[in-house]
């Protein structure tokens, strides 16, 4: 028997300082859910209603390149389309009890989306419908595969230096502040890409 053990790496258990952007701030925490991860991964894939939705783009129906589902209390209008909402499930609600926690901020609802491989995706666009409020916070959890998350203030480039994260299996995105006025986020296709990502977004909604 050693004497003296290895001195053991604490668990990284409280959250990293929000980083401050011109006109916005974000928590980004790669290993907020890395011990749950994996279960709720399996868990989601199987047991989400998960559905196929199209958009309107240049007059035409497109089927939308992820499947998604909106879980809470109440439809969420977006892209000029209602969602009526699929009840809560009680592991969604437990990590949005957890994320809740973490933001200190409650949430009503969550969109969540599968990308089922690289050519799943997401445009720019930001979530500032009228329904979030005039600053939201919209807690990001991914699980899966790790995809880049582009970030783009709407007056250019030189604004804002961050322009990627890559969002692993396991890690939280927090974006608030006036972060949904001055900037857009998109999830770009990434061909070599062959694993499933499933990504759940927290929001609150007035009623
Ligand atoms: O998949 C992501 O990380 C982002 C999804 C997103 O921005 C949205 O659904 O509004
Ligand atoms: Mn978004």
Redesign the pocket.
């Known amino acids: 028997m050693p004497l003296f053990t290895e001195p053991q790496t604490p668990p990284d258990l409280s959250p990293p300082p929000w980083l401050l952007l011109p006109q916005g701030k974000l928590l980004w925490w790669p290993s907020a859910f890395v011990d749950q991860a994996d279960q709720w991964l399996a868990q989601l894939e199987n047991d989400i209603p998960w559905q196929q939705h199209s958009l309107r783009m240049f007059g035409r129906e497109l089927n939308e390149p ?1 499947l ?1 589902c909106w879980m809470g209390e109440q439809p969420y209008r ?1 892209s000029g389309k209602t969602r009526l909402a699929v009840p809560w499930q009680p592991l969604v609600q437990d990590i949005g009890r957890r994320v809740s926690q973490i933001c200190g901020q409650p949430f009503n609802g969550v ?1 969540l ?1 599968l ?1 089922r491989y690289g050519q799943d995706s ?1 445009g720019w ?1 930001a ?1 500032d419908e009228a329904e979030l409020g005039l600053n939201p916070t ?1 807690a ?1 959890v ?1 699980l899966g595969a790790t ?1 880049r ?1 582009k970030l783009r203030h709407k007056l250019g480039h030189h604004i804002g230096e961050l322009t990627e994260l890559p ?1 692993s299996h396991g890690s939280l ?1 927090v974006m608030a502040g006036e972060m949904q006025h001055h900037w857009q ?3 770009p296709k990434m061909a070599a890409c062959r694993e499933p ?1 499933i ?1 759940l ?1 927290f929001r609150w909604l007035s009623k």
């Open positions: 992820r998604s977006y969109l989306n990308y997401m666009h979530d919209i990001s991914s995809r998350f969002l995105l986020h998109a999830l990502r990504n977004t």
